[in-house]
């Protein structure tokens, strides 16, 4: 099983804040789990680390991925793109289309880890919090 982490749930896990969901906390503190970080949600903690709205910078994020032997970054590519379903939220759905990358093209199961409504609320990926 692969999971795709959303930006608020990276966030909370790394600033150990009492806010990340149960079962969310529970998979990324296993060291067994494989985690895919989508680029958009670096790009998403860079924008808002810029605007002080995290407490937690985009070198703080980095620093830890490069040391996590569980995390890969995944890119934005043409075939996420392709997979990536239509939402209001352009993010959220370069999230999924990431997930559905994992799930077609490579043959993994995934789940998303999210709190985010809009994804929990899809037939088409799995998602926890």
Same mark, same amino acid.
């Given at each position: ?8 749930? @990276?966030?909370?896990? /790394?600033?150990?804040?009492? &806010? @990340? *969901? ?5 998979? +990324? &503190? #296993?060291?067994? =789990? %494989? @985690? ?8 998403? /903690?860079?924008?808002? $680390? $810029?605007? =002080?709205?995290? $407490? ?5 994020? @980095?620093?830890? +991925? &490069? ?9 934005? #590519? ?10 209001? #939220?352009?993010?959220?759905?370069? /999230?999924?289309? %990431? ?12 789940? /998303? ?6 994804? &929990? *609320?899809? =037939? ?6």
């Amino acid at each position: 099983m692969i999971y795709i982490v959303d930006t608020h749930a @990276l966030v909370f896990f /790394i600033t150990e804040s009492e &806010r @990340l *969901g149960k079962q969310a906390a529970k998979i +990324l &503190r #296993d060291p067994k =789990k %494989t @985690l895919v970080i989508p680029s958009i949600v670096l790009a998403e /903690i860079k924008y808002l $680390a $810029a605007k =002080k709205r995290i $407490a937690v910078s985009l070198d703080e994020i @980095l620093q830890y +991925l &490069r040391t996590d032997p569980r995390c890969t970054v995944y890119s934005l #590519d043409l075939d996420v793109v392709l997979r990536m379903p239509i939402f209001n #939220d352009i993010h959220d759905g370069i /999230i999924c289309g %990431t997930a559905l990358v994992y799930e077609d093209d490579i043959g993994e199961k995934t789940t /998303i880890i999210t709190k985010d409504q809009s994804i &929990r *609320g899809r =037939k088409d990926v799995k998602s926890i919090w």
